[in-house]
């Protein structure tokens, strides 16, 4: 029953305060800012290696040039790609470690390469590296 001088049903007067919402988001927000500032690049000690003069180099490994002709030498006669892999083997059996390093004239082609690098891989070479010079 209504009573006299009631006017309608009760309207509440209800409000979402949000401004614990903001604050958290704000709270939130400094936390990730904060801890992006503390993550650091590893830092390490690196010693640097000491380079081998070219001698060392051809005592110490095994050495294919590629010409812009498209040739590959070892020891100053063209083997040709199917001598790569035979060389490799003769050679890693003596040291299974022995690196091969492949010195490639700037317009030699890139796919000769590639394959000098994978006849080497597949006949046992454990480390294959490639020579640049200083420019």
């Known amino acids: ?25 704000f709270i939130l927000l400094i936390f990730f800012i904060v801890t992006t500032v ?30 812009a002709e498209g040739n590959i030498v070892y020891g100053g006669d063209n083997v ?23 010195k490639a004239d700037a317009g030699a082609p890139y796919g000769l390469v590639t394959k000098v690098q994978d006849e080497a891989n597949l006949g046992g070479a454990m480390k294959v590296s490639f020579a640049m010079s200083k420019n």
Do not use: Y
């Open 38 to 67: 503390f993550v650091k690049m590893p830092d390490a000690d690196v010693s640097q290696p000491v380079s081998l003069s070219l001698e060392q180099l051809e005592k110490e490994s095994i050495f294919f040039a590629v010409t």
């Open 80 to 102: 040709g790609l199917s001598g790569v892999r035979q060389i490799v083997k003769r050679m890693t059996k003596k040291d299974e470690n022995l690196p091969v390093v492949i």
């Open 1 to 25: 029953m209504k009573r006299f001088g009631a006017s309608g049903p009760e309207e509440d007067d209800t409000e979402v305060d949000i401004s614990p919402l903001i604050d958290c988001v």
